[in-house]
């Protein structure tokens, strides 16, 4: 059903190359629990449909990349009992990527600080990386990601290998999105006005878009308005 809703909307709204890669802050995930009652972890199974959903519309629009903010460095912080679901989410995830991965367009991509998963779940990561490499749509999954230690992972990166004078394409190459354009278009639900530590490197020249629509509540129709702002701005770069 969501399929064909998906199929539907590709006769309506196709991008062009200037829309290539949308990156999404998913949030508000726990509020959407809580206005029905519920515990936050409600919200984050949710999310999870929503984001697959969305992926899928996405795609169908004809968009090459797609980014999105999954747990972040900082959210470790949180109660124990709502990391663990996530990680289960995550892991579940994972684990629908194998079965989905033979028939689907997606490129899986897991980015990110890693080093801090078990090794077993690493494995799998690269493993759906790996035999998705070659497909047309790139989803980057963040997780564990903050863009200041993507920062600084580069310069450790860029001092092992001994380079001394160091360009900004030096610093893209060793970011965990380097296969990929910057993001065009960084979107973020739930109504906050900040990019709590996502793609800080990459949007030098991004263009953003706000919305009070929390992550769940998300759909094509929002991606829509967001694709239309996109559309109506101007991009200058410094330029006049
Ligand atoms: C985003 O939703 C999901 C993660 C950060 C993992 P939140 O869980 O932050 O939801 P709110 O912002 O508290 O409503
Ligand atoms: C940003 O949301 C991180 C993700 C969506 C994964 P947060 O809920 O963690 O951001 P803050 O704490 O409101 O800045
Ligand atoms: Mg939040």
């Not at 999954?70 to 579940?92: G, H």
């Not at 991509?109 to 078990?118: Q, V």
Request: proline share 3%; glycine share 6%.
């Amino acid at each position: 059903m969501l399929f064909k809703r998906a199929k539907k909307k590709q006769e309506k709204q196709v991008v062009d190359e200037r829309l290539q890669h949308i990156a999404f802050i998913m949030d508000g995930n726990g509020r959407w629990a809580q206005k029905r009652g519920m515990p936050r972890e409600f919200g984050h199974s949710h999310g999870a449909a929503t984001f697959k959903k969305v992926g899928r519309y996405c795609e169908s629009i004809g968009l090459k990349y797609m980014t999105v903010y999954a747990f972040s460095t900082e959210n470790w912080k949180r109660p124990q009992k709502e990391v663990d679901t996530i990680m289960r989410i995550l892991d579940e995830y994972i684990e629908e990527c194998f079965i989905e991965m033979v028939d689907d367009n997606v490129h899986f991509r897991f980015i990110g600080n890693l080093d801090i998963f078990p090794a077993e779940l690493r494995a799998k990561m690269d493993k759906i990386d790996r035999e998705t490499a070659h497909k047309p749509f790139l989803l980057n999954i963040a997780v564990n990601y903050g863009g200041r230690e993507e920062i600084v992972h580069a310069c450790r990166e860029l001092i092992r290998e001994g380079v001394q004078d160091v360009t900004e394409d030096d610093i893209s190459a060793h970011t965990y999105t380097a296969c990929c354009p910057d993001p065009d278009l960084v979107v973020r639900t739930g109504g906050d006005l900040r990019i709590s530590n996502f793609l800080l490197w990459q949007s030098a020249y991004t263009e953003y878009y706000f919305t009070d629509v929390l992550w769940p509540d998300f759909s094509g129709e929002d991606v829509d308005a967001a694709v239309a702002a996109f559309y109506a701005r101007k991009r200058r770069y410094g330029g006049v």
